[in-house]
């Protein structure tokens, strides 16, 4: 949303968590939260192909019920609830633990990727594979205790 179009309304930044400073405790969890979202979505969603989503889209009350139960989406519902308690001790502690349980699905679907590709060149003569390490990789786990 551009800044001239938000006048007085609800995303008025000096309305929101900041009153005006851009250090607030609450804008920056507020922004670690949008972050959050971002990075759940992005490896819900991956890179699925239109015909994959269109049949989560036909299947989506199970798919709901299968997804709703995994360890991301119940982190990510306890950092809901503690934002919306404005208990930012909470919040803060639920979305560390939120960020790790995405670290180690985003590990395992690296893992799985690679597993993948081993596999589909296992009987093929001549075929190297060069698999990186990625960078999210090698830094390992976040410390939180810095």
């Not at 309305?15 to 949008?34: F, M, T, Y």
């Not at 490896?43 to 192909?49: E, N, S």
């Not at 519902?77 to 985003?106: G, N, P, Y």
């Not at 597993?115 to 060069?130: A, F, R, S, V, Y």
């Amino acid at each position: 949303m551009k800044p001239q179009n938000d006048g007085h309304g609800i995303l008025n930044c000096n309305r929101l968590c900041c009153r005006g400073e851009s250090k607030s405790p609450k804008l920056q969890i507020a922004k670690g939260h949008v972050l959050l979202e971002d990075y759940h979505e992005a490896l819900k969603t991956r890179d699925m192909p239109l015909s994959v989503r269109a049949n989560i889209k036909c299947y989506q009350n199970k798919f709901d019920a299968h997804y709703d139960s995994l360890p991301s989406e119940l982190a990510l519902r306890e950092v809901q609830l503690a934002w919306k308690a404005e208990d930012s001790t909470l919040c803060c502690e639920k979305f560390m633990h939120a960020v790790d349980i995405l670290d180690e699905h985003r590990l395992s679907i690296w893992h799985a990727r690679t597993e993948l590709l081993k596999w589909d060149t296992l009987n093929e003569t001549g075929t190297e594979l060069d698999i990186q390490t990625p960078e999210f990789l090698s830094k390992g786990k976040i410390n939180w205790q810095r």
